[in-house]
């Protein structure tokens, strides 16, 4: 038996065979799941075992049609090699092969199977095509290398002519790293020998600049030519250069960059391959990184840094894609990092930098069991025994480590240190130290540390006191006080707002808020800052303290006007306190006599400070509006943990649920909607619903058409549909989207068919038959507003062409207009108004056994509202066909149309051109005679409801 995943993704237990396995695979590829067909076809070929036939050559051709897809075009050409050999050469396996060599700049090879494709089919346009396109391509490139050839001879020709003077020397120099810049010029220097040419003259004052440049470009995007640059310019000459002239610090910084970037992605990498138990590409990564770290030790601080930029970017770069190789990045590059931090070699905004490294790296890995635990292996071997060991200052370096790794990813740091008592200790004993780098070192590490709850109740006993005594101690530098103060500040929030589980007395949080005020107020840099929003994030769960922070004008000020640009983990920090200054957290719903009872039990009972009463609470996210807040959330958007992004959303639900909607418009003037829309998209399944709720809310209280201008109108269907789902069993969020989806429905006929489009339609049908009367009444009232599309109305047509059998959806309108809820009746009416456009609806709603009832009922009520949609239905049914006139006309609806006619005499107005309109169509018929100059008949135009 065989296991395939299906649609729902059931396991499905089948008898498998090679045919059936493809068949599973072509399903895959119609679907554009490329991956998994590419595993159905590679197990079918397994079965096969490589024999030769014909199925197995019609496999490799479609699993070759998979890899062209996802951009692996050595697998297509593997697979259609074996494909052709196989007897299997038609014109689609020869196009696929040709597609796949253009792509790997093999043109020639590409041309000749284009050429074979179009022989055996002259008439596949698409192949004919493709040879013109590679015709004119290798022209091109023909014209290029004949003339960049030329040019190389030139240059290179003058480089070497001993008799040249030096500006001869330089303008040849300069016009190489022009030609070096594209890959045609880079291939021809290298292959006519300028590589050591060039390097002559990297000792060379004048020249030197020049030749770096030309090292660069030589080493861009080019995995073979930047071996042979590591070759041919080791770094030790880099060394030298720099101790000679240090304004050359950036340029190599840039050859560094260029040899990082091409080294570390492995472009050409095929991962099929290493599914097929083949071989992976070696790189020198070890030997470089080894180079590197010689480098470190010898040159100056100014090259140090360029290079670790470089190096940092570099590593950035490539693992924001999705092709590179992942066990060099595990093995080789967390160690070389790592190593770095613990000699000492690192800036500390190079250590955040690290930090983010580290963050990416870890989200990779941490899907994988395996991996996870060989990274936290990894670093665990490095960082453990200079923490274990005895000397203070190899254990500051090993925390310096620790701290990167716990900034990264607390996940993977919190696994190195586990409950290793030991390291605890080490950690206590370093805040007593009387160094200052270490005291700045231990304490960041507690800090972090704290971030955990089991972690900080551990730390809190014995670390506190220690804490408390280290901030009042005389000549303590500022950046350790920080650090103290956000420890303090953690170990306060333990208890997570609830005054009944304070572990530090109560009135702690709020005097380290001043604390923490002080220090800002008095050196607001931007590590005083970090640090200072970080402590906020977890002393605002204290209603004292988040009180006193909106209120305070100036803190707020610094706050803003830092989150203009911010980091990851300023994002993070950011989000949760306003996530707490506007109490959008989770908040236990207590019944009353449960609480009574846990009082009577002396169980803990969660109690909220009189502080986050609901006026204070309103009254703080108005300041927090006027301070700028909304445009700090949106600054934030953009963050890539989910958690930050599930705070963000919850932050922008409580501003803009606040004081009835009354915040709309600030919000979405600082760029909420572009915001929300982004949170929606990626984020935790609390945090879509938050910012779902939080577009709807936007769309109920403002214009749709102002607040979602443009895109954004459509964009903001697919979260309002996401409200109304029938597995949402909350009332209030399927109301409010509901209601944002009528709203939506009234901007444009783009964002209607947007809303069936996406299966709204479905949705509002089913809660048009719930028992909740407000979400029938909603559900209605988008059905009147979607109405308005000629697609929506199809839906109210029977199935069966030329019927007039009535369809469900249809009897269901028709029933609400003789709802007992007003606005329900009033909304149905109104969908019927716009409905009965359509002459085959109109003949539906004859065939409804209710019609002459609910007519009667409704024609009669003195509503104008509700008499003047009737009235419109009437007179589309009049208009539409002689055999409905004339049903409507024998039956007593025609007669009280006569008595309000009369009953309206001369006034005029709507309602009496309806009226006049409905004897005219009857006129138009020839069913009713008139006197002269009675009932001009005009075609009635559709009345808006």
């Given at each position: 038996q065989h296991y395939y995943i299906t649609n729902n993704l059931r396991m499905v237990a089948?008898?498998?065979?090679?045919?059936?396995?493809?068949?599973?695979?072509?399903?895959?590829?119609?679907?554009?799941?490329?991956?998994?067909?590419v595993k159905f076809y590679t197990e079918g070929l397994d079965m096969l075992g490589g024999k030769t036939s014909s199925e197995t050559a019609v496999i490799l051709k479609n699993r070759a049609a998979c890899f062209l897809k996802l951009g692996k075009y050595?697998?297509?050409v593997d697979d259609i090699n074996q494909c052709i050999s196989m007897g299997g050469g038609d014109s689609k396996a020869f196009y696929r092969r040709a597609v796949a060599h253009q792509h790997l700049k093999q043109l020639d090879k590409a041309l000749k199977d284009a050429m074979d494709s179009v022989r055996i089919d002259p008439k596949n346009k698409t192949a004919i095509d493709l040879v013109m396109e590679l015709r004119k391509d290798i022209q091109g490139r023909k014209d290029l290398m004949t003339s960049t050839t030329g040019l190389v001879d030139e240059m290179l020709g003058s480089l070497r002519d001993q008799e040249a003077d030096v500006d001869k020397k330089t303008l040849a120099m300069k016009n190489l790293v022009n030609i070096t810049s594209n890959k045609a010029g880079s291939e021809s220097v290298i292959k006519k020998g300028g590589l050591k040419d060039i390097t002559r003259f990297l000792h060379q004052d004048k020249i030197q600049l020049h030749a770096l440049n030309c090292v660069i470009c030589l080493t861009r995007d080019s995995i073979p030519r930047t071996k042979l640059v590591l070759e041919s310019v080791p770094l030790a000459t880099s060394i030298k250069i720099l101790k000679q002239n240090n304004d050359c610090s950036s340029l190599i910084g840039g050859v560094l960059y260029e040899m990082f970037n091409s080294v570390l992605e492995d472009r050409g990498y095929d991962y099929t391959k290493r599914e097929l138990?083949?071989?992976?590409?070696?790189?020198?990564v070890p030997k470089l990184l080894n180079t590197l770290f010689e480098y470190f030790k010898e040159c100056s601080k100014v090259a140090k840094d360029a290079a670790m930029n470089s190096l940092l970017n570099a590593v950035v770069k490539v693992t924001d894609s999705r092709v590179i190789n992942e066990e060099v990045l595990n093995k080789e590059l967390i160690n070389f990092m790592i190593t770095l931090v613990m000699n000492g070699k690192v800036r500390y905004d190079h250590a955040q930098q690290i930090s983010i490294v580290v963050s990416k790296m870890w989200a990779r890995t941490r899907a994988d069991d395996k991996r996870s635990l060989q990274f936290v292996r990894q670093t665990s071997t490095v960082i453990n025994p200079r923490i274990l060991?005895?000397?203070?200052?190899?254990?500051?370096?090993?925390?310096?480590a620790l701290n990167i790794l716990l900034q990264g990813s607390f996940e993977a740091g919190g696994d190195v240190i586990k409950d290793n008592a030991e390291i605890y200790r080490i950690v206590s004993k370093l805040l007593c130290s009387k160094d200052t780098d270490i005291q700045q070192t231990a304490a960041e590490t507690v800090a972090l540390m704290c971030s955990d709850k089991k972690m900080c109740y551990n730390?809190?006993?014995?670390?506190?006191?220690?804490?408390?005594?280290?901030?009042?101690?005389?000549?303590?530098?500022?950046?350790?006080?920080l650090r103290t103060l956000v420890a303090m500040s953690k170990m306060c929030a333990s208890s997570g707002g609830d005054v009944n589980k304070n572990i530090i007395a109560e009135g702690a949080g709020a005097r380290i808020f001043k604390q923490i005020r002080a220090l800002l107020v008095k050196n607001p840099t931007e590590e005083a800052r970090k640090w200072a929003i970080e402590a906020l994030a977890y002393l605002t769960i204290d209603a004292e303290v988040k009180h006193n922070l909106v209120h305070d004008d100036e803190q707020m000020k610094i706050i803003c006007d830092y989150s203009t640009n911010p980091s990851p983990s300023t994002s993070y920090s950011l989000s949760c306190i306003f996530m707490n200054a506007t109490n959008s957290y989770d908040i236990p719903d207590v019944a009353p006599e449960m609480q009574r009872i846990a009082e009577y039990a002396k169980q803990n009972v969660p109690q909220a400070h009189e502080l986050d009463s609901e006026e204070n609470l309103k009254t703080r996210i108005s300041k927090l509006v006027v301070a700028g807040v909304p445009s700090v959330l949106s600054a934030c958007s953009t963050a890539d943990s989910e958690r930050t992004r599930e705070f963000l959303a919850r932050s922008y639900f409580g501003i803009i649920s606040s004081d009835e909607g009354a915040n709309c418009g600030a919000v979405v003037q600082q760029g909420g909607t572009r915001a929300l829309l982004n949170l929606f998209g990626e984020n935790t399944i609390e945090g879509k619903r938050y910012a779902a709720h939080s577009i709807a809310k936007i769309a109920i209280k403002m214009n749709p058409a102002l607040a979602f201008s443009g895109q954004r109108a459509m964009d903001a269907c697919r979260p309002c549909i996401s409200l109304i789902e029938s597995t949402n069993e909350n009332t209030f969020l399927v109301y409010d989207g509901l209601m944002g989806l009528t709203n939506l429905a009234s901007v444009s006929d783009s964002v209607r068919e947007r809303i069936i489009r996406e299966g709204g339609c479905h949705h509002i049908d089913y809660q048009m038959l719930e028992d909740n009367e407000a979400l029938r009444r909603a559900a209605t009232q988008a059905v009147c507003n979607l109405a308005l599309s000629d697609k929506f109305k199809e839906r109210y047509l029977p199935e069966v062409k030329d019927s007039t059998e009535p369809v469900d959806r249809l009897k269901a309108v028709f029933v609400f207009c003789a709802d007992e809820e007003y606005h329900t009746r009033v909304a149905a009416l109104g969908a019927l108004a716009y409905l009965t456009s359509d002459t085959r609806i109109c003949q539906c709603i004859m065939n409804i056994g209710s019609f002459e009832e609910v007519v009667m009922e409704t024609v009669l009520l003195?509503?104008?509202?509700?008499r003047h949609r009737l009235l419109v239905i009437l007179q589309n049914m009049l208009a539409a066909d002689k055999e409905i006139a004339e049903k409507i006309i024998n039956t007593q609806i025609f007669e009280c149309l006569l008595a309000l006619q009369m009953g309206m005499g001369t006034q005029g107005g709507v309602m009496k051109d309806l009226l006049n309109n409905c004897m005219a169509a009857a006129k138009h018929w020839g069913l009713i005679q008139s006197n002269p100059g009675d009932y001009v008949y005009t075609a009635p135009q559709e009345q808006s409801s």
């Open positions: 089948a008898e498998v065979n090679p045919t059936i396995l493809k068949d599973r695979g072509n399903e895959q590829f119609k679907r554009g799941e490329y991956d998994a067909a050595e697998g297509v138990g083949q071989p992976i590409k070696k790189f020198p060991s005895g000397e203070e200052e190899h254990q500051m370096l090993a925390l310096r730390l809190a006993g014995q670390n506190f006191n220690i804490l408390k005594t280290l901030y009042k101690a005389p000549n303590v530098e500022d950046s350790v006080k003195e509503d104008q509202g509700i």
